[in-house]
């Protein structure tokens, strides 16, 4: 058992504490798991930059409520210590009334309005439920929930938002509160009255401060790879951990027996390709990848081998693949322009044929030219016949797609779940696009997005391949193909 990070909102400061939290322990033990609830992919590097290990997403949405499960145990096994960061605040997620069939055991399960009616004689749980939230990952791995609270403008009040959070749904166990911009002695003085009659530990108080701050921009914070004081900052994150929290009430909460790890089937592909070399862009321009999709693919059989768009000249040699993660080309396409021998070859080998996916970021690049969010043009690698301009509004949320014809990852009328999170557009539509959007609720098809050609998969849709290992699976089947056929 370990405990689950989460707030009443989003910015109170579930990231700072759960850092703070895992460098401190690491002075305790260097075995300590992190997870984040959630398609997030920047607070996982932050967490691995900490850990010196993956973080993994538990995101029941991309995968499934049986693959969360597993992932958990699986990657808790031989820790001493884990820990979950939530996501924006303790009850948000969607509708499980969302007609998603991986979700609907879930549904029929559960429900979605709170109740409280006799069933048999006994009294049933208030199950106040959003699927993939906060809340929905610690009831379904059994853990208790720190609440993170930003005090700044509140003091007697903060009794009512705790009850409220607290008493909503009794199916939940809550562990402690951490009290987050505290201003003074008086300030916690007036906090810890408000709290007492409530008899909820609290496991630490931080006080306002701005030593520690992680610098964000137009998609969240900065990634950890652009942060030249990082170091820095984790020496006085460990230092904040040591001396704000209460470690002999937080230590038995993180330190508990973890759960049994299931069959090694059900979280590790059972199949092996011979091995298939495929290149990785990743530079601070393309920097997000799920460990789960990174490890499923050496699993199977595939060396990653990592180039950067923005300085290598080109791509390894031998390759039989290429991934395109997403990341940040916006910020660095004066870079990725001025590296024109870098995108001339990689032109060339998806001209030939070369298995490529291409994901948001990815398919930026793949563009003939990114718009900056100045209006300044910059050439990208011009194999998709479009251009990507950057916009205020953000595209963002989950996506059920249903796929509209054969791509070196999916098959014609699969059924996909992903997730979009870009401020990009294309300025063209593919004729045949690969995904049609579909309406959860109604079934009712929407807009269509993607690029296909010749063994190119381009998607603004963010794929987790945990609960889906036949996504990789195809991909290391095309790429073994490929190479028998460009001999």
């Known amino acids: 058992m370990t405990i689950v990070i989460a707030g009443e909102r989003s910015g109170v400061g579930k990231t700072t504490v759960t850092l703070a939290i895992l460098a401190a322990l690491l002075r305790y033990s260097n075995r300590v798991q992190s997870f984040k609830v959630g398609p997030d992919y920047i607070d996982p590097m932050f967490h691995r930059a900490v850990t010196g290990l993956n973080s993994y997403n538990l995101d029941p949405v991309l995968t499934s409520e049986k693959y969360v499960q597993d992932c958990f145990a699986t990657h808790t096994q031989g820790m001493e210590y884990a820990l979950i960061e939530g996501v924006m605040g303790l009850f948000d997620g969607v509708e499980p009334t969302w007609n998603n069939p991986m979700n609907h055991s879930f549904i029929e399960q559960d429900g979605f309005q709170p109740t409280n009616e ?26 208790p929930v720190v609440m993170v609270l930003d005090c700044s403008r509140l003091s007697g009040s903060i009794a009512a938002v705790v009850h409220g959070y607290t008493s909503l749904d009794s199916s939940l166990k809550f562990g402690g509160l951490i009290l987050n911009q505290v201003g003074s002695d008086r300030h916690l003085e007036l906090l810890q009255t408000a709290l007492e009659p409530l008899h909820i530990p609290i496991l630490g108080v931080i006080r306002r401060q701005s030593s520690i701050t992680i610098p964000d921009r137009h998609l969240g914070l900065i990634p950890t790879a652009e942060l030249s004081n990082l170091p820095v900052l984790i020496d006085h994150l460990g230092e904040l951990g040591q001396t704000c929290f209460d470690w002999s009430l937080l230590l038995p909460l993180l ?21 298939t070399s495929i290149a990785i862009a990743h530079d601070p321009a393309f920097s997000f990848y799920y460990a789960d999709n990174l490890e499923t693919l050496t699993t199977m059989g595939a060396e990653l081998i990592p180039w950067s768009p923005m300085d290598d000249p080109g791509l390894p040699s031998g390759i039989q693949g290429i991934y395109l993660g997403g990341g940040f080309p916006e910020v660095f396409a004066r870079e990725l322009s001025e590296n024109l021998l870098g995108r001339q070859t990689l032109f060339s080998l998806i001209h030939q044929g070369v298995p490529t996916y291409a994901e948001c970021g990815g398919l930026m690049y793949l563009t003939e030219q990114i718009i900056d969010f100045n209006d300044q043009p910059w050439s990208m690698v011009g194999i998709l016949p479009t251009q990507t301009r950057m916009k205020k509004g953000l595209t963002l949320g989950y996506r059920q797609a249903i796929a509209q014809l054969n791509t070196p990852m999916i098959t014609h009328g699969s059924l996909i779940q992903g997730h979009e999170f870009h401020r990009s557009q294309t300025d063209a539509i593919p004729s045949q696009p690969i995904f049609q959007f579909q309406n959860p609720n109604t079934g009712q098809l929407t807009r269509g997005e993607g690029w296909s050609m010749a063994n190119l998969h381009a998607s603004y849709l963010h794929l987790h391949w945990g609960a889906s290992p036949s996504i990789p699976h195809r991909f290391l089947q095309q790429c073994q193909t490929s190479k028998n056929q460009l001999k």
């Open 118 to 143: 006799p069933s048999d004689g006994k009294e049933r749980e208030t199950v106040y439920d959003y699927f993939a939230s906060t809340a929905h990952i610690a009831r379904l791995l059994d853990l």
């Open 255 to 275: 330190s508990q027996s973890f759960p049994s790890p299931p069959p090694s089937h059900q979280i590790t592909p059972p199949y092996r390709f011979p091995t």
